[in-house]
């Protein structure tokens, strides 16, 4: 990464912690723009270079995942089963931010609660990575059997289903997203994915 990625990448960082400290504080609806850009201290014009909205504060976080998702699917052993190493990289990806970072977002989406229906895990891009990638593991072409397709698609059902469990059930602290995430996906994860059929 250069260093003007960087630079982006910090003074967006500073936004999106200054907008969760306001969300939980004043509530996503009573937020302004503006209100976020002076706590982050950067310009109006400053802030819009760098976020498109106020919902993508919070739903960006979880679009990003796609890329991690793929990228640690690939860097795992290539002996490991498909639905093994998928479970496995959706659970690394989702416990890569620390738990205060985790309970700071958690708490601005609680004011949020029309956001959840647009929580999506992955783009139809990294998805279908996904799928070509579980195929390669499986030894089964994704082109011509739906197999592959299908446990990608059953793996970020059940972790989108974790994710939104964790949401609401911010009441909740012994409810990590971890334990959300790893209990869904132990339900798609079985021998069935296995066979040579």
Known sequence: MSLRERQRRQVRDEIQRAAYVLFADKGFAAVTTEEIAAAAGVSASTYFRHVRSKEDLLLDPVREGGAGIVALLEERSAGEAADVALAQAILARSTTLAPAELAQWRAAF???????????????????????????????????????????????AAAEFGYLQWLRSAEHPEMSLAVCVSGALDAVVGERWRTDN
């Not at 895990?121 to 070509?132: G, Y």
């Not at 499986?138 to 299908?150: E, I, V, W």
């Open 110 to 156: 609680a004011t949020a609660p029309h956001l959840l229906e647009r929580v999506a895990l992955i783009t139809a891009e990294h998805r279908a990575r996904l799928v070509e990638l579980v195929g390669e593991r499986m030894g089964r072409d994704h082109r011509l059997d739906s197999t592959p397709g299908l446990l990608v698609h059953l793996m970020l």
